[in-house]
């Protein structure tokens, strides 16, 4: 797995809606830009061996920096992978869709549901939306929530942008009636 | 402790914080020399100034804010990047929004109650590179860095990127500090010690 370069973005929130926020509300997000395991070969029918190559390495890597970054236990998390333009947008997903990648973070979050993503193909410089949700429950809405990020030089055409982002809380100023008072 | 952030938050009218940090590990397909680290921290705050006008004396707010900014931010980029021991070349930059004047932004990083209290934060001795910029919310602007001690040291020579996707507001201002731990990652366009003497005589091509 060639590394170019980890891009950390933590977001702390004082004031949501001109009102101080009991606790100040952190989001963070670790993004590795890496080179396409699949650049230049063409359309490769099997992934799998790029797969077991990168996937778990992957998760590895970012699962204790995110969390390190975010310096308090995640109580919503997120993925990401940002193609390319000579990529397919399945290298992406590739990665960061089998449990290879996904678990090391679960593990280290001490989460159970299923991480929400965002795949896209994009140039170097393009504004990805991160969607968080609760790392044990999926359905708690005070935790549905999204990180803006941009790394202005990435990703060049063969590399590929993977990223994890992990939240402290809920959204600010969270204050909407729970699934359950509509069932 | 809860009490004190929540009267600093709103005697500065501090509504966010963003940090940003970049690692390379590989540049061109190969590990620099020296690793470096390069990060950007940002405070959205309101604007003190909007609706006073041009003739508005901006020195009692600049020298009440300015000084909360200098600390809040570079407290944050030590942190960042492993101690101020670290750190080699810093910079600064605001983003004013539309609803105030460029003269907003650079009261509050051009005058010593910012520019003097970063310096001796970051325990340098240079003068402070910067940019600054009216913007909508989520300009990305560039800040250029260069040596805290040794201005013209070529190899430091650098830009980081700052930007918060929902400000500056209007009537905010982003103010960024930001700071490296090193040179460029492969720096070889040498320095003023190996430079030749270079003038439209000794040109044997000159441009016209």
């Known amino acids: 797995m060639n590394v170019r370069k980890i891009v950390t973005v933590v977001e702390e929130i004082r004031t949501e809606g001109g009102r101080a926020i009991d606790h100040p509300a952190r989001v963070a997000v670790v993004s590795a830009v890496i080179e396409n395991p699949w650049a230049g070969q063409g359309f490769i029918e099997d992934l799998n061996p790029g797969i077991d190559a990168n996937a778990s390495d992957l998760g590895a890597l970012l699962a204790p920096a995110v969390l390190d ?33 996904g678990d090391h973070f679960r593990k280290a979050a001490n989460a159970t549901t299923l991480l929400p993503a965002v795949e896209k193909r994009g140039p170097a410089g393009v504004v990805f939306d991160i969607p968080l949700k609760h790392i044990t429950d999926a359905t708690i809405r005070s935790h549905h929530q999204t990180i803006e990020v941009r790394i202005g030089d990435a990703p060049h055409p063969n590399e590929i942008v993977i990223a994890l982002a992990a939240a402290a809380q809920g959204r600010p100023q969270q204050r909407l009636a729970p699934l359950s008072t509509e069932q | 402790m809860q009490e004190r952030m929540v009267h600093l938050d709103e005697s500065i009218g501090l509504r966010k914080l963003v940090l940003y940090r970049d690692v390379v590990l590989t540049e061109a397909g190969e590990t620099p020399v020296q690793p470096v680290r390069q990060a950007s921290i940002a405070a959205v705050i309101r604007n003190p100034w909007v609706g006073t006008g041009p003739s508005a004396d901006l020195s009692m707010e600049q020298g009440r804010i300015a000084p909360v900014l200098a600390k809040l931010l570079t407290d944050r980029l030590i942190a960042s990047l492993g101690g101020v021991d670290e750190i080699e070349s810093f910079g600064k930059a605001a983003i004013v929004g539309t609803a105030g004047e460029i003269e907003h932004a650079g009261a509050l990083i051009h005058t010593p109650y910012f520019g003097n209290l970063v310096r001796e934060f970051l325990q340098g001795e240079s003068i402070i590179c910067f940019a600054d910029t009216r913007a909508g919310a989520g300009e990305t602007l560039v800040v250029p860095l260069w040596h805290k001690t040794h201005a013209s040291t070529r190899s430091h020579y650098q830009t980081i990127s700052a930007r918060v996707s929902d400000a500056p507001r209007a009537d905010e201002i982003v103010v960024i500090a930001a700071a490296s731990t090193g040179p460029r990652p492969h720096p070889r366009i040498g320095d003023r010690m190996t430079d030749p003497a270079v003038t439209t005589k000794t040109l044997e091509v000159v441009p016209s």
Do not use: N, R
């Open chain 1, 69 to 101: 970054a975010l310096d308090a236990p995640a109580e919503a998390y997120g993925k990401a992978a940002i193609v390319g333009l000579d990529g397919e947008i399945e290298h992406g997903s590739a990665l960061i869709h089998t449990l290879k990648f």
